[in-house]
């Protein structure tokens, strides 16, 4: 078994929860009535979409999306594909992507650049984690949670390796002296 990374919290369960209840609320008052498909992007957003949607008290429907860009550990290949497709038709939906962080921008530009070939009626983005300092590419969130330092992350649905998904506090790995 590999020696444990030291980890930090750096979001609380009960900051995450008071992000998410806001994010809601922007969220509802703009997809109350527009019946939309949020797209999951995974793995790394489902506990995210879970806590969510929780608060979306209006009619909507939920899909996911696997695209692989990371290799092992904590660099990207820089190359995306799609491992796991929609099962939903999405072309003239309100479609509301939900991402958990947004890095180089690589993977988000790519999905939704996909996801705009099919034609949804609108696609938006909403993220839970931005770490702009190290973007490659442009990417427009208009629901966002926290911007986040160039750390990486772990914890709530975010993963070194497949591994601290289930942390329930965003947890950062301290680096090694
Ligand atoms: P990007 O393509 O560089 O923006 O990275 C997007 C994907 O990389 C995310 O969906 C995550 O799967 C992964 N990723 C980027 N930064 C982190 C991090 O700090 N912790 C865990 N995963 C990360």
Redesign the pocket.
Known sequence: MDSQPKLRVLFSRQEIAATVSRLATEISQDYHDKYPLLIS?L???FMFLADLIRHLDFPLEVDFIG?A??GKG?H?S?K?KVVQSLRSPIKDREVLVI????????????CLDYLRQKKPASLKLCVL?D?PS???VP?TIDYLGFT?PN????GYG???DEKFRNLPDIC??EDED
């Open positions: 992007i793995k790394g957003s695209l860009s990371y904590r990207t820089g995306i991402e958990d962080i947004v890095d180089t921008g690589l993977t988000t530009a790519f984690t770490k190290r973007r490659q990417v986040v750390k990486f992350l772990v975010l993963d070194w950062f790995i």
